[in-house]
Structures are given as structure tokens and as C-alpha cells.
């Protein structure tokens, strides 16, 4: 028979058993309530995060759906009034960039608190964070409202007051202090809703109004929609230089100051334009405020910031009688400093005209002191449209036109054609490689080094057998300058070249490219060789850059670099080329004009001692077909050498040339600068 044997837990092992329990029952019930906790955080965190996401977004209704119904029955107000608040408040400030960091949530006092910083732009510039606190309901998904979440120490009867004081942008003068952009006098068009009735008179105003300024119904019906306007409210629609000859029933006109530009086309690309700022202006340049105006093109942009200025004005918290409580920003304004320029207005405005819409440019400098007195591109825009309001049609007309009146065409880069002889003949006397006396026997219109340029050949336009430098410049000999240029040799040609200004920036505000000789740092072909040492191959100089390069001739072998700010200081390069080179290609270059047969010999007739070399540069894909033609002209007064000019037409029509287009301009020049 088995015994079986029961044996007693001792009392010690029991209460360590019923110990254990006690702690796992512990710490679950702790476990759940952290848990909870954590869910509440979170659920808190996302009721505020609600909230500030839509103030960021400008979603005021939404905002106000975060909102606990007994706190705005506790501020006397409803969701859809404290929308209209922010509404109200945050666009009229300009507020954008809002920015939202340090976000807390705490348990105080059996209340959910939370607090965050809050940080945004105006139309005052940054605005200093600002420290936001409340509560939230109980259950975590509302937030309990109060006036201090429009800004911290708002109270319930408090108002914001905003007001800007607006810079006063510089003015870009010409040398004599004439206006190329000024603060004149614009006016603005518009409608105030209270006058255009009701019904179908309305309909009937709105149209008239509609076709009179060249928008659609639907546009203006748009700008009377705004969420700001109000009946006795102006609205403009439109911006223009010149006053309306006709104004329908309803239309405002009213006088006020603006960018406007006196010349128009003829310096468009030159002064560039302004408009207003955007949002990605103002993410990209926090010194700019909502109210800004800023450059767009031209020396408006490149010389903005000391155009601009700075706004000022006032952001205050006030209470219900008007008495300040809290300066919230305060800016003092600082206005635009005006900027004078090297330009001639008058010979801009002739330069532009003379041009005759064509495609091309005109650049004249003064060659002693290097300023620039136009710099002006065909065809054009009116800058007044772009600042003021350009219709669409308009933008079209100007973006679909192939001949790209964008384009400043004096900072664009070409190869400069027979202009450039000049150059390298300069170079050549200057190393002893070329006599200007020796003449080199030439027969014929074409030339090849030999066989090994295949179907290669350099052409000229004139048979003469006998060629000297003097002949060469007067009729513009490209097989003449091919051979001396191969003579010289790549290195030695490159030496000299480099003693200009390829490769190197001038110290001017635009946009250009560098002067560049060829795309490679080596020809390695004489053929491009040769091309290049009668202006073509791969050169490629603007205007600027050209009428630059040229200057040692008329200052006897220095170069003088272009400017065109009139505080800017001279700044030259001396023995660019030999003073006895200069004089000689110079001597020669009257020779173009005075000889029967010279290419500019067409500028006799004006009676004045200019030295000039004309160019044409061809532009083809294949030798012995039909390209484009760009024509140059090179001049200066050989006597008292106070001007140059640079004119070009690109892709020249028949029966004219940059020559021909040139002589109203040199006529001026003459007259204003002896």
C-alpha cells in the first residue's frame, strides 16, 4: 500500500507569492494609466498642431473648428467671428512664413495646458517670436479659445493697428539728371462697389468697364469677390502711365505716385522694370516685406537693393479706446538712394530710333573715360506695361514675337566679323610680323592655304592683286588678314589677344558673358586660325565688350574698360597694343570712310573726321550656302576722339546695314560731344 505524503507551504514562500500578484496588479493599473496618458499627449499635441497648421495656411475656418464651444460662448463669439478675426488681422499685416517651433503640452493644476512659439513675416519684415500659451478641454480635442491666441496679451475688446510707411525707391537718372526710372505719376483704375448698382445695371457697368481697360468680366468680377472689399471700398483693377481718354460709368481714375519710365522702349532692356513682390521672393530675401517692390530685369534688379530702400511702419496692440498696450514691431523707413548713370538719354532715344525695329543694338562710349552714353536693344517692350499691369495679349505679342524683344542684345554675345581686322592687324605690326607698307599679291576671290583644307576656302569681296594693310582695311580684305594671321601663328596671336579683355569680367551691373577667342583653349586647325583673325571662327564678343576692345585705338594703344554708373572711377590698361600700331590702324580707318571704294565711305557725306571699320559677320552651318548676315559698324571722331559707337544689326535686311542706320546717331554725337 502507496502512502501518499502532502507537504505545507511555508508562510514566507506564501507572502512572497501574494506580494508578486500585488506588484503585477500595481503596474498594470500604472501601465494603463501611462498609457492613456501618452494617448492623451498625443491627441492634445494634434489638436494644437490642427490648429496652428491651418493659421499657417491661412485656413481661418478650420482653425476655428479646433475650438471648444464653451470658450467662445465664454468670449461671446462664434466659430465663424473668430475666423473673420484672423481673416480680418492676418492678411491685412501681410502675415506669411508662419513658422511654429517649441510645441508643449502639460498636465497643471488638472488642466491640459500648451504652449508655442510662433513666428511669422509681415509686411514690416521678420516679426520677433512671439510666446502663445492656453488650455485645452478635458478630453484633449478642443482648444479652449481666448483673444491671446490672435497675439500673446490680446484681450477680448483689444484691436491690432498696422501701418506702413512706404520708401521712397531711388531714381535712375542719365548724366545730366534726366529720369530713365522715376516716381512719377500713374494712374489707377478701378471700381467702388457701392457705385455700380444692382441688377442688370450692374451687369451692364461691370462689362463696359471690362472692355474699356481690356480685361475679361470674369476678372473683375474676381477683384469685386475679395474677402476685404467692401462697398464704399476702392478695388483697382489696372495701372497706367497715361490717363484713360474715355471713362464708362463706374470707373475711378485716380492720380498716384509710381515707377514709370520716360524713354519706354528705347532703354528697356537697359533700366529693366519693377513690379511687386511674391511668395517666393519673399522666402528667398527675408530683408523683403509683402509690400516690397522690388527690380525684375535691367539695372532695377542688379541694383535693387540700393534702389529699394526699406519700409517702415507699426504693428500695435491697442485697447478699446485706442490707447497702445504693446508694440509689437515698429520700423523706421529708410529711403531708396538714387543712382546716376553715364547715359546720354537723348542719344539713347536716337540710337533706339534709328534702329528702326530691326534686330540689333547700339553702344557708344566715350573712349577717354570709358563711360558708356547708350546701350540700347531692338525690338523692345514697354517697361511701363510690365511694371503697371500688362494686358495678356500684350505679354503674348511680346513673348511669341521671334524676334525676342526680352533680349538685350548689347550684352549678347556675337562674333564681331571684320571689326575685329582691326585687332589683329594691330597685333601683327606690333610683333613685326606684319608691314604695313608690304604688299601681299592676291588673285582672286577665294583662297586656301592648300589641298589639305579640302573644299575649304577663305573668300573676300574685292579683286585687287596688290594688298597692303591700308587696302585691306578700305575694302575689307578677308584673305589678306588670313594670311597674316597664319603668318603670326597661333601662339603669338593668342599672346597678344590675351593682353585684352577675353576671358576676363568687367566690372559693370548686367548680365554678360565673358569675351571668349575660341570654345577650346587651342585652335588645333589653321583654318579656325585664319577664321578667327578676320572676326569669325569662334570668337564671340557683345557690343560692350567690342567698343571695350577697340578703345586703343583712339587712346593710342590703352585700353579704357566701359563703365556706367557715373560715380564708378576710370580704370585703364596701357600698351594693350603699340601707340605707333594704333595711330597706323587709325590713320587707316579714315581711310575706310574718305576712299571712293571704302566700305563706310557712305559716312563721308556728314562732313565729320571719323576713322570707322565695318564688319559682317556670316552665320552658317556649311560653306557656299545661303546664312545670316550681321552687320557691324566700328567708329569714332578721329579728331578730338570723344565718342565711339558700336552699331549692329542682326541678320541684316536687304538694302541697308548698320553703316547706313548709323548716321542720325553720329550726327548727335558730333554736335554734343566737341
Not at 480680418?88 to 498636465?107: E, H, R
Not at 497715361?242 to 464708362?248: L, M, N, S
Not at 573676300?460 to 594688298?467: G, M, P
Not at 588645333?524 to 569662334?538: F, H, K, V
Amino acid at each position: 500500500m502507496e502512502r501518499h505524503i502532502r507537504t505545507k507551504k511555508s508562510p514566507k514562500k506564501l507572502l512572497l507569492i501574494i506580494i508578486g500578484f500585488i506588484i503585477l496588479l500595481i503596474a498594470g493599473f500604472f501601465g494603463v494609466r501611462a498609457y492613456q496618458a501618452s494617448q492623451l499627449k498625443q491627441l492634445e499635441q494634434a489638436t494644437v498642431k490642427s490648429f496652428v497648421t491651418s493659421l499657417q495656411k491661412g485656413k481661418y475656418r478650420e482653425a476655428a473648428r479646433n475650438l471648444s464651444a464653451g470658450s467662445l460662448k465664454q468670449s461671446n463669439v462664434s466659430q465663424k467671428q473668430v475666423a473673420e478675426k484672423y481673416q480680418a488681422i492676418f492678411p491685412w499685416i501681410g502675415a506669411s512664413d508662419i513658422k511654429v517651433t517649441d510645441l508643449k503640452v502639460t498636465k497643471k493644476d488638472g488642466k491640459n495646458h500648451f504652449s508655442y512659439q510662433l513666428s511669422l513675416t509681415t509686411g514690416l519684415g521678420r516679426l520677433k517670436p512671439q510666446k502663445y500659451s492656453g488650455t485645452l478641454s478635458n478630453d484633449g480635442r478642443k482648444i479652449n479659445w481666448a483673444p491671446n491666441l490672435i497675439f500673446p496679451g490680446m484681450v477680448s475688446k483689444d484691436k491690432v493697428t498696422y501701418s506702413v510707411t512706404s520708401a521712397t525707391r531711388g531714381e535712375i537718372l542719365d548724366r545730366n539728371g534726366q529720369g530713365l526710372a522715376i516716381n512719377g505719376t500713374v494712374h489707377q483704375l478701378g471700381i467702388v462697389p457701392g457705385n455700380l448698382g444692382t441688377g442688370a445695371e450692374r451687369t451692364a457697368k461691370i462689362a463696359a468697364i471690362a472692355k474699356s481697360l481690356a480685361l475679361t468680366v470674369k476678372s473683375v468680377k474676381s477683384a469685386l469677390a475679395q474677402t476685404w472689399v467692401q462697398d464704399d471700398f476702392f478695388v483697382p483693377l489696372k495701372t497706367t502711365v497715361d490717363a484713360p481718354t474715355t471713362v464708362p460709368d463706374g470707373l475711378v481714375v485716380k492720380a498716384v505716385t509710381g515707377r514709370t519710365y520716360p524713354l519706354k522702349e528705347a532703354a528697356a532692356q537697359l533700366i529693366g522694370y519693377v513690379s511687386k513682390v511674391t511668395a517666393d521672393d519673399l522666402k528667398k530675401n527675408t530683408a523683403l516685406t509683402s509690400d516690397s517692390i522690388i527690380g525684375r530685369s535691367g539695372l532695377e534688379m542688379a541694383l535693387d537693393k540700393r534702389l529699394r530702400g526699406k519700409d517702415g511702419g507699426s504693428l500695435i496692440i491697442v485697447d478699446n479706446k485706442g490707447a497702445e498696450k504693446k508694440v509689437l514691431q515698429k520700423v523706421a523707413k529708410k529711403d531708396g538712394a538714387d543712382v546716376k548713370l553715364t547715359i546720354d538719354s537723348q542719344a539713347q532715344k536716337i540710337a533706339y530710333a534709328s534702329l528702326k525695329n530691326y534686330p540689333g543694338a547700339s553702344v557708344v562710349m566715350a573712349p577717354k573715360t570709358g563711360d558708356l552714353l547708350v546701350a540700347a536693344s531692338s525690338p523692345s517692350f514697354d517697361p511701363n506695361k510690365m511694371t503697371n499691369g500688362i494686358t495678356q495679349a500684350d505679354y503674348d505679342a511680346y513673348n511669341n514675337d521671334k524676334n525676342q524683344p526680352f533680349i538685350s542684345r548689347f550684352a549678347t554675345g556675337y562674333a564681331p566679323g571684320s571689326t575685329f581686322k582691326t585687332v589683329t592687324a594691330a597685333i601683327g605690326l606690333d610683333v613685326g610680323t606684319l608691314n604695313s607698307d608690304k604688299a601681299l599679291t592676291i588673285n582672286g576671290l577665294e583662297w586656301q592655304k592648300n589641298s589639305s583644307w579640302g573644299s575649304y576656302h577663305v573668300t573676300r569681296l574685292t579683286d585687287i592683286s596688290s594688298v597692303n594693310l591700308k587696302t585691306a582695311l578700305v575694302h575689307s580684305d578677308n584673305i589678306y588678314m588670313a594670311q597674316q594671321t597664319l603668318k603670326m601663328g597661333e601662339k603669338t596671336f593668342r599672346a597678344g589677344l590675351n593682353k585684352f579683355i577675353f576671358g576676363k569680367k568687367l566690372n559693370l551691373p548686367m548680365t554678360m558673358s565673358r569675351a571668349q577667342i575660341s570654345n577650346k583653349s587651342s585652335f588645333n586647325s589653321e583654318i579656325l586660325l585664319a577664321d578667327t583673325g578676320y572676326g569669325q571662327g569662334e570668337l564671340l564678343l557683345n557690343l560692350i565688350q567690342q567698343i571695350t576692345t577697340y578703345s586703343v585705338f583712339p587712346n593710342n594703344g590703352t585700353l579704357v574698360y566701359p563703365k556706367l554708373l557715373a560715380a564708378q572711377n576710370l580704370k585703364t590698361k596701357k600698351d594693350v597694343v603699340k601707340a605707333g600700331s594704333a595711330e597706323q590702324i587709325t590713320s587707316d580707318m579714315q581711310s575706310v570712310v574718305s576712299d571712293v571704294g571704302g566700305t563706310a565711305h557712305s559716312l563721308a557725306a556728314l562732313n565729320i573726321p571719323l576713322a570707322a571699320k565695318t564688319g559682317t559677320a556670316e552665320i552658317k552651318q556649311k560653306q557656299n550656302e545661303q546664312g545670316q548676315d550681321n552687320s557691324f559698324l566700328y567708329a569714332f571722331d578721329a579728331a578730338k576722339r570723344n565718342y565711339s559707337l558700336i552699331e549692329f544689326l542682326e541678320n541684316k535686311p536687304k538694302n541697308t546695314s548698320a553703316t547706313n542706320l548709323s548716321q542720325d546717331l553720329l550726327r548727335y554725337l558730333q554736335q554734343t560731344y566737341q
